[in-house]
Structures are given as structure tokens and as C-alpha cells.
């Protein structure tokens, strides 16, 4: 009996013991119909091919194991980054349990958000009750100071009206008359989660800007970080150099408290966001700098027509990208950007410096949302990194041309190949194929690990298997220490793992490398 | 080992009231129905081995806009009842979130080589785009099987799962499969689980259960040496290894386990299921519908049974040797005495640190009850407990379970939760992802219900000693004292409850 008080083994050492390896080993015999071992070990050599890979990247219809969620993801992550708002997810109820659950496994936080809980009636007759209903309930239940509305892809499908279906209910007294409720429709079967957030963005400015006169404020800036699960990290590490800088700045979005709540017996339902006045007041910037160009395509074009300048980054991440932004930054405010941050950068130049040696000409795979990739493509090839292999299944063909780019500008990025519309399992085919190094993305990259061998650094949306890591910022000078410190570890805890055999291999064991 | 005790029934009443008053009066009306506190037999007007009764409504539809629980039909299809079946490739078949957000999530655990022969932790989408919804997905779904085939050879069959769209574009996903499973000589299964089906994850589970009956069972010659003690257990999803930790005192007390359904099974299992002599149900609530199937067309009787915690585990030992016979029950016997040192050594350990403690629950099929008496086999207390999507024989079968003034609440909201664990203030809270971090975040412990917090078994003997070290570990741990900063010169809570 393998159990005991004593010492209580759970599910991985439990099952290790060989009163259950028989078991299972004869369940497998006399009861699954396996088949043959031979048969198995060939299909999965076979797959580790290139002939494999030729099949597996022509697929047309089949996704496996994508990079990418829904709309609607976006748009409640959006809802979030502002105060007292509570997401009202207009369609299926189901949706928004999901959505909810991959919110707090990643943040390991609460996840607010409600359905209008639409059914088989609804689908006939339309949401329309539903969403009287529902935005009485919520007003009155959860004191929100804003509803965010967006939609699941039944109520698209089906082509409910959020503007109609909100003034109906407003008439009703569902909520009062001059009680916010944007929306934005957020087709699952359009896109992908940072369409979602660039349309929630878009839909809450529009409800605050629209027919309000505009008096620009010289040197304001509007900064909108895009869909990012390092949101508690970055945003604050953002506003520590812009503070630094003496900036006049609004977050529009920003759910870095909400995802961050402390622990003192109080359950905040809401904490944080951008403030509704200052929503009102954004209007007025000079400038509207958007973190991630994909994650706010249609918000920024908005900002245009209203008469902002704009400027849209790539998830300012290391040297070059956060000398950028903080250049833009310094330009249109007119602040120059004091020593003590030309310091911050120093350090970083430094720990790249002293560590150049163990980065020069390692290969990577990178995979994540368009921005994100690009991100980290570019600080690679600054360590002297060559970014092999970069997938966004996300990605269109304008970010394939603008990260081909990038790559083409530097000796690093020669031979990489980018794969717009890719997939995870495309991505374990390219890895066996043309292995690299170290894999960067989120924790479905385990299974890339544990198939190639790959070493995974988890770097972004979803993490759910790793804690905190959210907590720290991957962007700024700060950040680029933090990435360049994890992606350090991992070659080193590498290297320790292979030279580590004692009497065969060990006298590669350095204490000091 | 039962526990006696009584809930504070007033206290319950009064928090069911508080919360109601702060509906608008249409919803309150509704959400009346679906809460109450558990009364004993006798003023419930019941007999026999009623001791108490959970008079609410159930499995009808939520509210619009209160933060409702649930999950939808395609999380009972896919996520519960056809995800776990490893050597089928299963298609979530629309938009990529639904099966996104699903993917690895059950922790349904399996042996194989995942991508070559088992597909369990894989998400496999048709990743609706608008031209699929405008001009219909049939066509990308014939394509999506072949290059499944191509890719994934060693699939034994496939399942396809349909997300919301599917049902309201009119598709012909059953023609396709049809058509397909011919053409490929495969098992290739059509769910029709759109989210707007039914009211709940439940209607789900039955639609998927409908599938194996219409799909799958009588549609090959199945050869298979029936023996006297084959018996299916079913309705157990090997979440953290439940189902291995139940097999293996199945076999000890000498049956013979043809098919698990669905953790850690093949297709093959399912489509032997009807020559085994006995269906032993766990979850009763998503797999009722097969075993009553299995009982009308192949004269199969099922019995339903508890693995939680020693007493429950010992009672439906001797219930299911009963069924066998005296060779049966002998070593049964033999079994329980084997396993008594673990147990009383588990007990020993942990009923002192927890001893009077009480849990408020709230899961989803069959956990609300089957859970209470392993708590209660360590000393500790249920004041609280609901269902997201029961029907009504689920918690006539509560009943049994609960004591006189226990709170029970049916489909419950964020608002209601909230508030009934402030009101109630238990020293643990076993529910979900999404309820675990606020509840955290009051400073009481909490344990999820579902995934078994990453941790687990917990069927079983092996299942309940790490079972008690789990909650023993979530209550006890030094963090809970740390939430006040010593420089806040307000009494804790504790304090100030005492002092009122």
C-alpha cells in the first residue's frame, strides 16, 4: 500500500508506485485496444520530419492548439482598466464563465464580469429582454459606475443591436438615463482577443468623446497599453518613467490594480482604472501613444479623426523600442528625459554587456500576439540573439511585412522566417525541423517543451502555470533587465542540468560562468 | 462516523432575506425560489431516510446580468462528458474561444503519447471566421476531418463539438459526420452542445450521453469475452487521477473494471459498455441518461455510489459486494480492514487541527453532497451548500446528506456568494476559479472544488488521506494571520465578533 499519514503522496509520486504502473499498464492491455507500440514510436518519429512539417503547414482548415483567444476576452480585459466598470457580456452565459476563468488563473485574482444569459428563446426572438433585464440587475446589484457592453457570437450571429437594444432598456429605467453603457460588438468569428480590446477602447472613447468639443492640451499625452497579462508590471513601471519625465499623461486602460488587489480581508470588487473624468478630459491630449499598434488599429484612427497625433509602439520592450518611446515621449510633452533614467538605461547596457558571451548566436522561437513578438524579436537580435522562428497566429500580413522589416535590418534577423497565422502545433514541427535554443511564449508552450525539448520562458498571456510573474514589468529599462535576467536562468539552469553527471560530464560543472 | 450537529437555520433565513431585498423586485422574485435552509424531516412533512429537506428550484434558467456560475451545454459536451475520451480527436467546432478557454483546464488525467496516439490536452479548432458564418462551416468541417486524418492517423474517431453558431447558421454537421465516418470507416460523433442549449452545462451532458447512445453503441461488431464481475464505472473523469484511485479498490475487492467512462478512456471502452454486468455511477448528474439507457435496452442495472471519505467509501463497498455476492463481499471486507490503519492513521493526524471547522460548498455535479461526509469524517462541519446546474432528484438526493438549517442555494449568484459567506464567515470555502480569490481575499481559506486545486486524487483511500492534508494545509496555513498590518490599531475580526 503505497499511502500512508505519514508521508501523503499525491497524484505525482502516487501513480508512480507499481501497485498502479500494473494497474495501468493492464488496463491499457486488456481494455483500451492500444495500438501496437511499434506502430505509435514510428507516427511520432515520423512527425519529428520534414515531410511531416510539409503536411502539417499546408493545412488549410484544421487549428491546432492556436495561439489566440476570442474577442470578447479583449473586451472584458479592456472593461477592466476602468473604474468601478463592469463588463456586461451580451449572448451565451457559458462565454463569460471562460472568459472569467482564464482572467483569474492567469492574474490568480478575481474576474468580474456578467452574461445576459441569453438561451433558445432568445435566439429566436433576440436578446432584447434579456439585456433590459440584465442591466437592472447588474446596475442594482454591483454598484458599477460604468457597464461595458460587449457580445458573444450568438448575439452576433443572430445581429442584435447593442445601441438599440441599450436606449430600449434606458427607456425602460433598466439604468438611468445618463448612465454610461458603451458597448462594442466583438465578433468571436472576426480577429482575436486584441481586436476585442481595440474595439472596447474604441467603443468607451466614442461614448465620452463623441459631439464634445475638443481644446487641445499642449504636452498631454494619452497612453493606451493594449491587451497585456504583464498589465500590473508594465503599466506601473511606465507611470514610475513618466513621473521621472514630469509628463502630463492619462492610462486610458489600465487594470493594473484591478489585477493586483491586496489581501487585508477586504474583497474589492473594483480597484483602480482609468477615472471617468479623465476619460472625458483624454479628449483634450495632444497625443494618444498606444503601446501595442495591433491591439488598437481602429482606437487609433479614432483618435486621428478627432484630431490627436498618434503613435502606436510594439510592446516597448528593451533598448532600442524604450529609447523610442521615451524620445516620443520627451517630444511631444517637451520634458527632457533626466539623467537618472539615462542611468536606469546604463545598468541594462551593462548587464547586456557583462552577459553577451552566453546570449551571442543563440537561436530562438517566439510566439505570442503580434506586438509582443515583435517586441521580443527586436531585444533578441540586441543581445546578439537570432529570433528563428516568430509565430503569431494572430498575426495578418501587415505584421508579417513590418516584423520582416525589422529582421531584414540586422545581421541577427537574416535567416529568421515569420508565420503569420500560425499554430502551436505548426510550431512544434518547425522546432523539431529547425531547432532552437530556447522557445519564448506562454505556458501551452509546455507541451513544445516537453515534445522538443526546448527550454520554454514564459513571457506572456496566459501564464497559468508559473505565479507572479505578471507582477514584474517586461517593458522599460527595468523590464529589459527583468527578460534578460530570466532568459539567463534558463541557459544557465540548462547548462547545469547537462554538465551536471558527476565523474562524466561534471568538470564542465563551473562555479563560476 | 456520521457527525451530529445542527446549522444556525435563523441566521441563514435572515441572509437569504438580506440578499433578496437588494434584487430589483422582478429578479428577487425569481431568485426566491432558488435559495433556502435545509429543514429537518419531520417539519418538511418527509419519511423515512429523509432527514432533512432542500426545498428549492432548479435547472431553469438563469438570470440576466447577476454574475451567474454556470457554464453552458458545449462545457458539459466537450469539457465534462466527451473531452476526456483520449484516443478521439474532438473538435470544437466554431470560434476558437470557447475551445481556448476549455483547453487542459479538467485536469481529466490520461496515459499516452499526446499529438500521436492520445489527444486529451490538445485544442483542435475549426476557428470559425465570417466567411464560415455567412456561407456555412459544412464544407471547412469535411475538410478539417481529412486533414485531421492525415495528421493525426492513429485517432480512433472523432467527436464534433458545436460551439453557438453552428445551431443558428442551420449546418448539417450530422450529414457530414455521417457521410465522413463512411467514407474514412472511422466513429465520428456529432454533439449538437451549442452554449445556448438548455440552461446550464447540464443539458450538456445529456445531449453528449444522447450522442453515445445514437453515435456510437451498436455501430460495430464488438468482440469482447464478457466475464461475471464486469462492471463500468461511470461518471467519473479522473480528474488529478480519481478514477485510477477508485479502479484500483474496484479490483482489490475482485471486479473487473471493462470501462471508464470518461477518464482515461478509449473509444473501445465505451463501446463495450453494454456487456458489463453492473454501471456504477458516480456522477449521477451527467451520465444518468446512459445508464438508464444501458438498463431499458440491455437490461444493465446501475447503482449509485460515493468514493469520498472512509465512510462513504466503506458504505458503497459493501453496497456494490452486496450486488456480487459473498465472494464479493468477503473480500470486500478484507479491503476495508486493510485500508482501516491508513484511515484511522489520516483521521489521527488531521480531526484534531480541524475539528469543528465549517466548509460553505458550492460545485457543480455531483460534489455539492458526495464531499459533505468526508468533511465530516474530519471533525469538520457543512453550513452551506448549492448546485450550479442541479435538477430536482439532485438535491432530493442533498437531503440524505445535509443537516436541519444547512443554507442551500441553487444556481447562485456573485452577489448572493458574497454575501452569504460575509454573513456566514466559514473557515473554508470549497468552490471554483472563479470564486476563489475573492473569497481569499475575505481572509478565508478556500479550496477548489473542481480541478482539486491542481492536487488530488481525491476518490478513494489514497484520494481522501491527501484529501485531509489538502484541507489541513488550506486552513491552517500561518498566511490567514498575516492579513491585518500590525500598525492598524483595529481589532481583527475575530476580536470584534467576540466583543459584539
Known sequence: ?513 | MSLEYENDGALHAKLVEEVLSQYPDKAAKRRKKHLSVAKSGEEAGGEGEVVSECDVKSNIKSIPGVMTIRGCAYAGSKGVVWGPVKDMVHISHGPVGCGQYSWSQRRNYYVGTTGIDTFGTMQFTSDFQEKDIVFGGDKKLEQIIDEIEELFPLNNGMTVQSECPIGLIGDDTEAVSRNKAKELEKTIVPVRCEGFRGVSQSLGHHIANDSIRDWVFEKKQVEFEAGPYDVNVIGDYNIGGDAWASRILLEEIGLRVVGNWSGDATLAEIERAPKAKLNLIHCYRSMNYICRHMEEKYGIPWMEYNFFGPSQIESSLRKIAKHFGPEIEEKTEKVIAKYRPLVDAVIAKYRPRLEGNTVMLYVGGLRPRHVITAYEDLGMVIVGTGYEFAHNDDYQRTSHYVKNGTLIYDDVTGYELEKFIEGVRPNLVGSGIKEKYPVQKMGIPFRQMHSWDYSGPYHGYDGFAIFARDVDLAINNPVWDLFQAPWKKSPSRGQALAAE
Open chain 1, 1 to 513: 500500500m503505497p499511502q500512508s499519514a505519514e508521508k501523503i503522496l499525491d497524484h505525482a509520486p502516487l501513480f508512480r508506485e507499481p501497485e498502479y504502473r500494473q494497474m495501468l499498464a493492464e488496463k491499457k492491455l486488456n481494455f483500451e485496444c492500444p495500438h501496437p507500440d511499434q506502430i505509435v514510436t514510428d507516427q511520432r518519429e515520423f512527425t519529428k520530419t520534414w515531410e511531416y512539417r510539409e503536411k502539417n503547414l499546408a493545412r488549410e482548415a484544421l487549428v491546432v492548439n492556436p495561439a489566440k483567444a476570442c474577442q470578447p476576452l479583449g473586451a472584458v480585459f479592456a472593461a477592466a482598466g476602468f473604474e468601478r466598470t463592469m463588463s456586461f457580456v451580451h449572448g451565451s452565459q457559458g462565454c463569460v464563465a471562460y472568459y472569467r476563468s482564464h482572467l483569474s488563473r492567469h492574474f490568480k485574482e478575481p474576474a468580474s464580469a456578467v452574461s445576459s444569459s441569453m438561451t433558445e428563446d432568445a435566439a429566436v426572438f433576440g436578446g432584447l429582454k434579456n439585456m433590459v433585464d440584465g442591466l437592472a440587475n447588474t446596475y442594482q446589484l454591483y454598484d458599477p459606475k460604468m457597464i461595458a457592453v460587449s457580445t458573444t457570437c450568438m448575439a452576433e450571429v443572430i445581429g442584435d443591436d447593442l445601441h438599440s437594444f441599450i436606449e430600449n432598456a434606458k427607456d425602460e429605467n433598466s439604468v438611468p438615463r445618463d448612465f454610461d453603457v458603451p458597448f462594442a460588438h466583438t465578433p468571436a468569428f472576426v480577429g482575436s482577443h486584441v481586436d476585442g480590446y481595440d474595439g472596447m477602447v474604441k467603443g468607451i472613447l466614442e461614448h465620452f468623446w463623441k459631439g464634445q468639443e475638443r481644446s487641445q492640451v499642449k504636452g498631454t499625452i494619452n497612453i493606451i497599453p493594449g491587451f497585456d497579462g504583464f498589465c500590473v508590471g508594465n503599466n506601473r513601471e511606465l507611470k514610475r518613467l513618466l513621473d521621472l519625465i514630469g509628463v502630463s499623461y492619462t492610462f486610458i486602460q489600465d487594470a493594473s490594480d484591478q489585477f493586483d488587489t491586496p489581501s487585508d480581508g477586504e474583497y474589492r470588487m473594483y480597484d483602480g482604472g482609468t477615472k471617468i473624468e479623465d476619460v472625458k478630459k483624454a479628449l483634450n491630449a495632444e497625443a494618444t501613444v498606444s503601446l501595442q499598434r495591433y491591439n488598437t488599429r481602429k482606437t487609433l484612427e479614432y483618435c486621428e479623426e478627432v484630431g490627436q497625433a498618434t503613435a502606436p509602439f510594439h510592446y516597448p520592450l528593451g533598448v532600442q523600442a524604450t529609447d523610442e518611446l521615451l524620445m516620443k515621449v520627451s517630444a511631444i510633452s517637451g520634458k527632457e528625459i533626466p539623467e537618472t533614467i539615462r542611468l536606469e538605461r546604463g545598468r541594462l547596457i551593462d548587464a547586456m554587456a557583462d552577459s553577451q558571451s552566453w546570449l551571442h548566436g543563440k537561436k530562438y522561437a517566439i510566439y505570442g500576439d503580434p506586438d509582443f513578438v515583435y517586441a521580443m524579436a527586436r531585444f533578441i537580435m540586441e543581445t546578439g540573439g537570432e529570433p528563428t522562428h516568430c509565430l503569431a497566429t494572430n498575426g495578418t500580413s501587415a505584421w508579417k511585412a513590418e516584423l520582416k522589416e525589422l529582421l531584414g535590418s540586422s545581421p541577427y534577423g537574416k535567416d529568421a522566417q515569420v508565420w503569420a497565422g500560425k499554430d502551436l502545433w505548426a510550431m512544434r514541427s518547425l522546432l523539431f525541423t529547425e531547432p532552437v535554443d530556447l522557445l519564448i511564449g506562454n505556458s501551452h508552450g509546455k507541451y513544445l517543451e516537453r515534445d522538443t525539448g526546448t527550454p520554454l520562458i514564459r513571457l506572456t498571456f496566459p501564464i497559468f502555470d508559473r505565479h507572479h510573474h505578471h507582477r514584474f514589468a517586461l517593458m522599460g529599462y527595468q523590464g529589459g533587465l527583468r527578460v534578460l535576467t530570466a532568459i539567463l536562468d534558463k541557459i544557465f539552469d540548462k547548462l547545469d542540468r547537462e554538465t551536471s553527471q558527476t565523474g562524466v560530464t561534471d568538470y564542465s560543472y563551473d562555479l563560476t560562468r
